[in-house]
């Protein structure tokens, strides 16, 4: 358990110069040891009791979870790949983003949970026209394949057939909330940190897991619908 304010006693009520025998058990070790000795292995025991209670506080926290750490890993691959959308050619991105998406939205589902300070203010990063530029780079690149009839928007409860829906468009919102949470991660500052998990983790479970969805299921179709086209795109 950790005690605030802790601290290690530096020494001990024996005299000095006494050849008295010290149970190595209480001091870490794994032998007898006489009195000249025991200074330095207390100060290693204690430097590995602080190091180990560091260890355990980080472990209690979402930050420096494997979960965390990895969603941060790929979130940020994913704006990269955005971001350079257009850099190749059309199978590729099509090749690269039916694998990254899905592997985004199962990092994401494992985030875990924060307490949310509702005084927090976050400053986000992304803004208009980085959103607009990853939409056009993605929009350029799909050309009439960015567009698809989508069942899943909300305004399909006033519409008796589907509407229209873009491929850059949902990858430009998944892109605006990841691509806020990574700015925010980056920060170093734990308070700021735990705000964005709690941030990104929202709006995945509200708004951009939904998108990502959309997309993946449009991508999907464009991928494997069209072989012949889309290899001719990749030998080029």
């Not at 008796?160 to 700015?183: C, H, K, M, R, W």
Request: glycine share 4%.
């Amino acid at each position: 358990m950790y005690i605030e304010n802790f601290k290690f006693p530096t020494t001990f009520a024996f005299p000095l110069g006494s050849n008295l025998k010290i149970p190595a058990k209480h001091l870490g070790a794994v032998s007898y040891i006489s009195y000249k000795e025991k200074i330095a292995t207390f100060a290693d025991y204690k430097r590995k009791v602080s190091t180990k209670i560091i260890s355990m506080e980080k472990e209690n926290n979402p930050i420096y979870e494997r979960n965390t750490l990895e969603f941060v890993t790929v979130a940020l691959e994913f704006c990269t790949f955005v971001e350079n959308a257009g850099n190749t050619g059309l199978f590729d991105f099509l090749d690269k983003a039916v694998k990254i998406l899905p592997l985004l939205y199962l990092k994401a589902t494992l985030l875990p949970e924060a307490e949310e300070d509702e005084d927090a203010e976050p400053e986000l990063t992304v803004t208009e026209d980085m959103y607009e530029s990853v939409r056009n780079r993605i929009a350029g690149l799909l050309g009439e394949k960015d567009s698809y009839l989508e069942t899943f928007h909300p305004d399909m409860q006033y519409s008796d057939t589907p509407i229209a829906a873009f491929i850059s468009e949902n990858l430009a919102d998944v892109y605006q909330d990841t691509g806020n949470f990574i700015s925010l991660f980056r920060q170093g500052n734990e308070e700021v940190m735990l705000e964005a998990i709690v941030l990104c983790r929202k709006n995945f479970c509200e708004f951009w897991g939904q998108q990502l969805l959309n997309a993946l299921k449009a991508l999907h179709a464009v991928r494997y619908s069209d072989e012949e086209l889309l290899e001719t795109d990749k030998e080029e």
